[in-house]
């Protein structure tokens, strides 16, 4: 059996942690980096095939040292155009690449074939049409970029004009390893999930506090005090373009407040792995989305958005914050970006990958949005109503392709004699009428004051 002393970076072993369900397990994970504490030696682990988030510091007696994995000496970490890897010496991690591809049985429907409705034994079935004979390319969700559970998928090039995809050929030990223990939000105190790129000599600190109107960062609460009582902020610096209730969405330019949106940034990045940091966010505007009380308007989450995007990118980073998950604000911030799109008279999508979370709340909005319009069809003079992709598409804002892959997740597609069917079971109508009752929240566009900016016309913008 391996002794303590000789566990080095690189190494993966077993190491005790408990599940959700507070069960023990033994997940394989893999050695980041040792330090010795007043003799005490501690490892960061990150278990294998789990979300990096869970990473953590670990003791000794935590690691099963009787079936260690030391690293291959003669294994170097790839590079990728030339750029160094994570570190030489660990083990290769193999790329694995998911993609779900449609069956050649179920071509992909044509987006301008109209869907009729139809009952049978008690359900509605809606019929697509199609050209018979035709292909397409299928462009579905369910690729490997959807997750931010590992580094394949995403682009080897990614712009460098608004993009926010991190290009994982430059993740060293450093960036792989959470940096900040705990920020102090206003009256939240939050663990991050992943590294974020605040000046070194904070990461030592056991508190980072934040300024929850202008997010800027102290080493203390003396500091932090003595901030408050010169900052008059108390809410986000831009306008205002949403009120309903206590919920607010405030637009902020990247190029007019640039301290706010990188400090924004830097608060975002530390539960977003996926996306990298740019300080240059002049390309960028950020809706701020926040809760109304008599001290003020405190932040609930955010998403950015290109000012101009050639891919029809709606969304290119998207964050509810931890203290206000699972309360149905993260669907209500994409439904708000989804209302900007059709202000805009465009069709959008977010900017992939989504992390694992986001393509959750994504793939639960776009199938409740589609479905909403297809159970509300009603038939007119005794003839079957029609719609088709891109009527769903227009009506929604929701770009085709994220149309037609809802509906193949949902696995509402059958072809049947030249034609296609989308059948809604009674099991899907139910299952949507009850997710309906639980959203609470919803924007109200009347409460939207708007007005878009052709920024094509406004030089650097």
């Not at 935590?62 to 994995?69: G, M």
Request: some cysteine; glycine content about 6%.
């Amino acid at each position: 059996m391996a002794e303590v002393g000789e566990i080095i970076e690189g190494c993966r072993l077993p190491v005790l942690r408990r599940n959700q369900d507070n069960e023990d397990e033994w997940p394989l994970a893999e050695i980041l980096s040792v330090k010795d504490i007043s003799g005490r030696k501690l490892f960061y682990v990150h278990y294998i095939d789990f979300n990096k988030r869970l990473d953590e510091w670990v003791t000794h007696e935590r690691l099963d040292l009787k079936k260690i994995q030391f690293p291959k000496k003669e294994a170097k970490t790839p590079t990728k155009n030339g750029l160094p890897g994570s570190r030489p010496g660990s083990p290769e991690r193999e790329v694995k690449r998911k993609v779900e591809v449609v069956s050649p049985a179920t071509p992909v429907p044509n987006e301008t074939a109209p869907a009729s409705v139809f009952p049978q034994n008690g359900s509605a079935r809606r019929a697509v049409a199609a050209q018979p004979g035709r292909k397409r390319k299928s462009n579905c969700l369910g690729t490997d970029e959807d997750s931010q559970d590992s580094s394949d998928g995403i682009p080897s090039a990614p712009r460098m004009t608004g993009s926010l995809v991190s290009d994982r050929s430059h993740d060293d030990i450093v960036t792989r390893m959470k940096n900040i223990e705990c920020i102090e939000l206003g009256r939240h105190r939050l663990k991050p999930w992943y590294f974020s790129p605040y000046p070194q000599e904070l990461t030592t600190l056991p508190v980072l506090y934040l300024c929850e109107f202008c997010l800027k960062y102290g080493r203390s609460l003396k500091c932090l005090q003595r901030h408050l009582t010169k900052c008059d902020l108390r809410h986000p610096p831009g306008n205002e373009i949403y009120r309903k209730g206590t919920i607010s969405f405030f637009e902020i330019d990247g190029r007019k407040n640039k301290s706010y949106s990188q400090n924004l940034c830097l608060l975002a990045k530390c539960f977003l792995d996926h996306k990298t940091l740019y300080y240059d966010t002049d390309p960028f505007l950020f809706y701020v989305m926040t809760e109304y009380d008599c001290k003020g308007f405190h932040i609930v989450g955010y998403f950015s958005k290109e000012k101009e995007s050639t891919e029809d990118y709606n969304v290119a980073c998207i964050l509810t914050l931890p203290p206000y998950q699972r309360r149905g604000y993260g669907k209500l911030l994409i439904e708000f970006s989804y209302e900007l799109s059709k202000v805009e008279g465009k069709t959008g999508t977010p900017e992939k990958p989504l992390s694992d979370l986001g393509l959750l709340s994504y793939r639960s909005y776009w199938s409740q949005t589609i479905l909403e319009i297809l159970m509300g069809l009603k038939s007119e003079s005794g003839e079957r109503p029609q719609i088709t992709i891109n009527e769903i598409s227009e009506i929604t804002s929701i770009k085709k392709e994220d149309v037609i892959s809802t509906l193949q997740y949902l696995n509402l597609i059958n072809y049947y004699k030249g034609q296609y069917i989308l059948t809604l079971s009674e099991d899907i109508v139910d299952g949507h009428e009850r997710a309906m009752l639980k959203r609470l929240l919803r924007i109200d566009s009347k409460c939207l004051h708007f007005t878009p900016k052709d920024w094509s016309k406004r030089g650097k913008w």
